[in-house]
């Protein structure tokens, strides 16, 4: 299961040690399609650039994209995205989009956690929490 919050947990080291892909083709792609590889060409270090704990040294939007990149990589049968565009413009909006139909069309079953439109008009079933009534108020599709 690969679960990625609001804010991405990500630990000290350099943003393609913490990719961890061994094949730098499939973190090519990957890092295009999630927007990374752009955030990595404006870095002086590039692929070397060492962050420190939690993802210091990049924007909270440039670590959603990292963690992406990362979960594209290394695919689970599980993904939870707990509001995943929390923190990007459109652009970034449009990544996640993508990012999710790509996770999707790999077998993984992709749970999201959202309030934008965008995102739940992308689910399959659709369950809205009332947390004032503290009780699910429906099911269904979109």
């Known amino acids: ?3 990625l ?3 991405p947990v990500l630990e000290p080291g350099t943003i393609d040690a ?3 892909s061994p094949d730098r083709a499939d973190r090519d792609r990957a890092a295009a399609r999630t927007g990374l590889g752009a955030v990595v060409a404006t870095l002086p270090d590039g692929w070397a650039t060492a962050l420190g704990a939690g993802g210091v040294g990049l924007s909270v939007g440039q670590r959603q994209r990292l963690a992406l990149t990362r979960a594209l990589l290394r695919p689970t049968a599980l993904v939870v995205l707990d509001e995943p565009t929390a923190h990007l413009d459109a652009a970034g909006e449009r990544v996640v989009l993508d990012t999710v139909d790509a996770l999707r069309a790999a077998g993984s079953a992709v749970l999201l956690v959202a309030h934008r439109r965008s995102l739940v008009a992308r689910a399959d079933d659709v369950v809205t ?3 004032a009534a503290d009780h699910l108020v429906g099911a269904g599709t979109p």
């Open 1 to 3: 299961m690969t679960w």
């Open 129 to 131: 929490v009332d947390a």
């Open 18 to 20: 913490l990719l961890g």
């Open 5 to 7: 919050p609001q804010r």
